[in-house]
């Protein structure tokens, strides 16, 4: 149903959890490399627990390949702290893709170029001064919205 993309993700306990959330929705994972990690990490499978074996997830060498296998979502929203617009604002479809940034740097100058102000979106912050949120809460977050729209469009 939608598609969750992180972009060179450097902790694999996020990895594992937002690969739990994957199995949960139906949402399918794409890791794009390099990864911080082995994906045979210990961490990694034990955020995952027995949900990783359910999961459907594929692992790209780089943005490139991704972008033109047959798996990539047509359309695809970048969440970023960076982003002037909300999640709340934005209208999600069957099969979109979200994508995220690795949690020490976000996504590279030229990814927020290639999506652009109408694809980027940020979760809103109700605290200021405060960095970000953690990448698995914000995968959760922004999934969940996207299927609640999704969920409505289809009843």
Known sequence: MLHLILYQPDIPQNTGNIGRLCAFAKCKLHLIHPLGFDISDKHLRRS???YWYD???QEHASWDDFIVSDSAPSRIWLFSTKAKKSLW?????????LLF???????PQWL???AGAG?????????EGLRSLNLATSAGIATY???RQIEMQET
């Open 48 to 50: 995952g627990m027995d």
């Open 89 to 97: 604002t934005a209208s999600f479809h069957k099969d979109d893709g």
């Open 101 to 107: 940034g690795k949690e020490t740097a976000g996504c």
């Open 145 to 147: 919205e996207a299927l």
């Open 119 to 127: 694809k980027s979106l940020k979760i809103p912050q109700f605290q």
């Open 55 to 57: 999961l459907d997830v």
């Open 112 to 114: 927020h170029d290639w």
